[in-house]
Every structure is written in C-alpha cells, then in structure tokens.
Nanobody, 116 residues
Framework: QMQVVESGGGWVQPGGSLRLSCAASGFIASDNLIQWFRQVTGKEREPVVGIDSMNSMLHYKGFTGSRFTVSRDKANNTVFLQMNNLRPEDTAVYYC?????????WGKGTLVTVSS
C-alpha cells in the first residue's frame, strides 16, 4: 500500500524554523514527484514546493523565495520541508503528496502554528 505520513509540525514563534518530514512507504519516493501543500483555515489547499525524480526543486507561485526548501533522504525514503523565518500567515496544515505515475497519494497533514 502506497502511503505518505507527515510529521514535525507544532508551534513556533515568528522568525523561527521548522522541518517537516514526509515518510513514504510502498513506493520509492526518489523516483516520483513529491510535493508539499498547505491549507490555511478557510482557504483552498495550495502547493508550496516540490521535488521531482531528477532532484529538481519546484517552487510554486507565492513561494519562490528561499524560506521554503525541500530535500530528500533516499536511504530512509523520506522527504523534508525546511521552513525558515516563519510568519503568522504561514499557520496552516501542511500536507505531503506523491504523484506516482498519475496516482495521487496524500498524507493526513501536520499542523504548523506560528504565533508569539
């Protein structure tokens, strides 16, 4: 069964950093497009950043700066989202999603709260 599970969310003060993890199982993460999305309460889910099978980082509209970066740990079949200089408006549920030959697999999300 193909599955992704997010972890690492929590509370952080403005200006702080968090690293989220996306643990994949049932498929090889590095062979597929892995994307991070987020959903702010009351808004649509939006793509943040992704990493493709060529290890290219994909920044989506509104996230073209360097605050959000993605990386892989091939040995552990895990993808990370590094978030720096966090702002209150970054408060959201963050989701990992894999696109496996057209099949979309979603995690359940992890909540990130940025507040003082």
């Amino acid at each position: 069964q193909m599955q992704v599970v997010e972890s690492g969310g929590g509370w952080v003060q403005p200006g702080g950093s968090l690293r989220l993890s996306c643990a994949a199982s049932g498929f090889i993460a590095s062979d597929n497009l892995i994307q991070w999305f987020r959903q702010v309460t009351g808004k649509e889910r939006e793509p943040v950043v992704g990493i493709d099978s060529m290890n290219s980082m994909l920044h989506y509209k509104g996230f073209t700066g360097s605050r959000f970066t993605v990386s892989r740990d091939k040995a552990n079949n895990t993808v990370f989202l590094q978030m720096n200089n966090l702002r209150p408006e970054d408060t959201a549920v963050y989701y990992c999603s894999a696109n496996i030959r057209g099949i979309r697999v979603w995690g359940k999300g992890t909540l990130v709260t940025v507040s003082s």
